[in-house]
């Protein structure tokens, strides 16, 4: 039986998404939209901003998108992405009419959408709302995406409340932000019982360590000291190994290959499926990333993080000890890993500490605000 009030006739939504990670916090939302059919009418928009990891993500959670924009290019750059994406979005729109358009997050697949939305007066639902750094270019370009597409909602999502806070001193209007969690623990959650119940999820009793890197600002020269931190962490602890999924950009192979392709204890695979991401977690020793959301869905597997970036929009993980902004001074780096290979004590403490980012609930939290927001608004 359905928590949600009851409507006159469905809500017809447009779920844009593009990316990866957009998949997989969407698509909790998606399934609990689809499980009631009286209330939602859901439609699944991809840009194909990266579309092989795309597909590969939706097809783990069932789900197929209604169109599908292909915008993929090779090489390309953002103004082809925003223009394609604009344009693509903007021409179904005008055709479909949904009374939402959803988007999540700061990729520029979420600024076409909500931007797209706005020029045909639709609502906007933005789902992870207030995320910030205060700095435009870090990251790059995500933290301007996100203050964007923020000043073009209706209805904001912020995953704690310190996110809320933020959109608070931007002028957003309190009625209309609802801190929900994040959706990504929901889709972690689901994909972590799904592994568990099908005897597929790896304890975590070696020494591997879990390496993601791809943001602009640690292409070139960040991420070629970050590789040579890892040789010589890997030198100083003959019994750890490394598991790096590369990143498809060639910005990121052409560094990372040439300096740690053919070291015994690393292995470098192509970007990972969802749930083999979820298995390399949970199979991990401590992770370093500059992802956005391992910050959030490690501290549900308790494994620590190294954040190879030199700002957060995540500082709620900072603030419950699951994580350390390391930046990518390999100095640094390589003081924090043995810190976590050699104190147990500090180890346990950053492993134990309770996820800031939700309870596996977000989703329909989300729906229960947009099927009550009042007919006038949308």
């Not at 779920?15 to 439609?43: H, N, Y």
């Not at 799904?194 to 070139?220: C, F, I, S, Y």
Request: glycine share 6%; with cysteine; net charge neutral.
């Amino acid at each position: 039986m359905s928590l949600l009030p009851s409507s006159a006739s469905p809500i017809r939504l447009a779920v844009v998404m593009g990316t990866r990670p957009e998949a997989v916090k969407l698509a909790p939302l998606v399934l609990a939209a689809q499980s009631d059919p009286q209330r939602f009418q859901v439609d699944v928009v991809s840009t194909g901003q990266h579309k092989e990891m795309l597909d590969s993500m939706l097809a783990w959670f069932g789900l197929r998108p209604s169109v599908s924009l292909d915008i993929m290019r090779p090489n390309q750059d953002l103004a082809h992405i925003t223009m394609s994406s604009l344009s693509g979005i903007n021409d179904w729109l005008k055709t479909h009419r949904p009374d939402w358009v959803v988007v999540q997050g700061d990729t520029t697949t979420t600024f076409a959408g909500a931007l797209a939305a706005f020029y045909n007066r639709i609502p906007v639902a933005h789902v992870e709302a207030g995320l910030r750094t205060h700095d435009k270019y870090s990251p790059y370009p995500e933290e301007a995406n996100r203050v964007m597409t923020g000043h073009l909602a209706d209805l904001h999502f912020p995953p704690t409340a310190g996110a809320r806070d933020n959109l608070l001193r931007e002028g957003i209007a309190d009625e209309r932000i609802t801190v929900t969690g994040n959706t990504g623990i929901d889709a972690l959650l689901w994909t972590r019982n799904k592994l568990a119940n099908e005897g597929k999820l790896p304890t975590g009793d070696g020494r591997e360590v879990l390496v993601t890197a791809h943001r602009r600002e640690n292409q070139g020269e960040p991420m070629r000291g970050l590789c040579h931190a890892i040789l010589t962490l890997l030198a100083r602890y003959p019994d750890v190994r490394v598991n790096f999924p590369v990143h498809l950009s060639p910005r990121v192979r052409e560094v990372v290959f040439p300096v740690l392709s053919g070291h015994p204890r690393v292995q470098l695979t192509d970007p990972l499926d969802y749930p083999e991401f979820v298995q390399a977690m949970a199979r991990s020793c401590f992770i370093l990333t500059d992802s956005g959301g391992v910050q959030e869905e490690a501290p549900s597997l308790g494994k620590p993080v190294l954040v190879l970036r030199d700002s957060t929009e995540r500082p709620e993980a900072m603030q419950a000890g699951t994580a350390k902004l390391v930046g990518t001074d390999p100095e640094r780096l390589l003081a924090e890993a043995a810190r976590l290979l050699d104190d147990q004590a500090e180890y346990t403490r950053m492993s134990k500490a309770q996820n800031p980012y939700g309870d596996g609930q977000a989703a329909q939290r989300i729906l229960q605000v947009i099927a009550r927001t009042p007919v006038a608004s949308r």
